[in-house]
């Protein structure tokens, strides 16, 4: 399987702010797969990051609150814009495998 | 479309007693079909999957879980409960590829808890 990291693992952010997430692979992935998890959710897919193409949005999210980044095959940047406390959860990337393995997360807390 | 129901939020189970965690799906084409396990402040981990050939799936740590297409069900059971396995779980559904590079869509979860 996979071996998936993510930085930084939390943050506390104010609101208005811009925080980068950094998901690093150790193998060449073509697709990545950005998650978002709210307190006592579930997982909701946010965007499909191919590299050497746009990232491809779910219905609800949109690239300029969440801009994503895919500068090569094993490395994606997912930003969250402008911050707001609704913005408060678990963002986990994943990548293709057996089915989908996923990065340990990043816990952001907005106040 | 797809969507997949967990029809219980929290379960509390003994030690050493079985545990059952139900799940139903609604797809129009023959889907994948996945038990995740998230511990806590911990990542996700795939326990088992079902990608349309044996029915009953066997995964990690003793679960296993029946793909039943009259009942669309994926119930995930294990004979015995360990306190190790006090953790949320997730159902999932995908396309019938096996979900790795289609889009997953995740029930509510249920988070299992074991008495001593």
């Known amino acids: 399987s996979a071996v998936i990291s993510q930085k930084p693992s939390r943050d506390i952010c104010q609101r208005g702010t811009s925080l980068t997430i950094q998901c690093q692979v150790d193998s060449q992935v073509t697709m990545m797969f950005w998650y978002r998890q709210q307190p006592g959710q579930s997982l909701t897919l946010i965007a499909t990051a191919n590299q050497g193409s746009e990232a491809t949005y779910e219905s609800g999210f949109v690239i300029d609150k969440f801009p994503i980044s895919r500068p090569n095959l094993t490395f994606s940047t997912l930003t969250v814009s402008n911050m707001s406390p609704e913005d408060s959860s678990i963002y986990l990337c994943?990548?293709?495998?057996?089915?989908?393995?996923f990065g340990p997360g990043t816990r952001l807390l907005v106040l | 479309a797809q969507s997949v129901t967990q029809l219980d939020s929290h379960v509390s189970v003994s030690e050493g007693t079985p545990v059952l965690l139900r799940c139903n799906y609604s797809?129009?084409?023959?889907?994948?079909l996945f038990w995740y396990v998230q511990h806590p402040n911990k990542g996700l981990q795939l326990l088992l999957k079902y990608t349309s050939a044996a029915t009953l799936v066997k995964g990690i740590n003793g679960f296993e879980a029946e793909f039943k297409k009259s009942e669309t069900s994926f119930h995930l059971t294990k004979p015995s409960a360990h306190m190790s396995d006090a953790a949320e779980y997730f159902c999932?559904?995908?396309?019938?590829?096996?979900?790795?590079?289609?889009?997953?869509?995740f029930g509510t979860g249920t988070l299992l808890a074991v008495q001593p």
């Open positions: 797809s129009s084409y023959s889907p994948s």
């Open positions: 994943s990548v293709p495998g057996e089915t989908q393995y």
């Open positions: 999932v559904v995908s396309g019938p590829w096996g979900g790795a590079t289609n889009k997953l869509i």
